[in-house]
């Protein structure tokens, strides 16, 4: 990297610290009674209590679900994300889908409640809606590839792949 490179590099970090409430979790600060994987190799960080397994994130428009990608903001209102999870334990969760711009930038993050299941199904399904009519995707012509990437509860890695999709004018 050029001298150039690392000075825009370390002039980002000095003008965008993390909040407290940004920060990832230490996780050495928590109690847990054994479960947590935090501590065991190769388990990657977040909660392991948490630990889920998340299928792919699907992404179609609310009110036409068989619809195909690209999304037309003329055709669009809403987009819906649609996963399934399955957790280890009994617990409610709460997912939450970071949605990122075609620029990279975090445009927006949305929380679903996944509710506690029955012991005999750990496996929910979750979904949640983004506005596309009337918002600044239409307003600041943000088209092109976006990225939606979920998350359970307060893990600092994603609980799957980011999914990608297209909305173009």
Same mark, same amino acid.
């Given at each position: ?74 055709? $669009?209102?809403? *987009?819906?994300? @649609?996963? /399934? +999870?399955?957790?280890?334990? &009994? !617990? ?46 239409? $307003?600041?012509? *943000?088209?092109? @590839?976006? /990225? +939606?990437?979920?998350?359970? &509860? !307060? ?15």
């Amino acid at each position: 990297m050029t001298k150039t490179g690392c000075l825009l590099v370390w002039a980002t970090v000095l003008a965008f610290p993390l909040n407290a409430d940004q920060r990832p979790p230490d996780p050495a600060q928590h109690e847990h009674n054994g479960q947590c994987g935090h501590d065991q190799p190769g388990k990657g960080g977040g909660h392991g209590r948490h630990r889920s397994v998340c299928g792919a994130v699907l992404v179609s428009v609310a009110e036409r679900p068989r619809a195909q990608e690209p999304f037309s903001v003329r055709k $669009t209102l809403d *987009l819906q994300f @649609r996963m /399934r +999870v399955r957790t280890r334990d &009994d !617990d409610g969760h709460v997912v939450t889908f970071h949605v990122f711009t075609p620029q990279g930038h975090l445009y927006q993050q949305i929380q679903v409640a996944d509710p506690p299941e029955d012991e005999d199904d750990r496996v929910s399904r979750v979904s949640a809606r983004l506005p596309v009519a009337g918002t600044f995707i239409v $307003t600041s012509s *943000l088209f092109g @590839r976006w /990225r +939606v990437v979920p998350y359970i &509860d !307060d893990d600092t890695e994603p609980c799957a792949a980011a999914s990608v999709f297209r909305i173009v004018e």
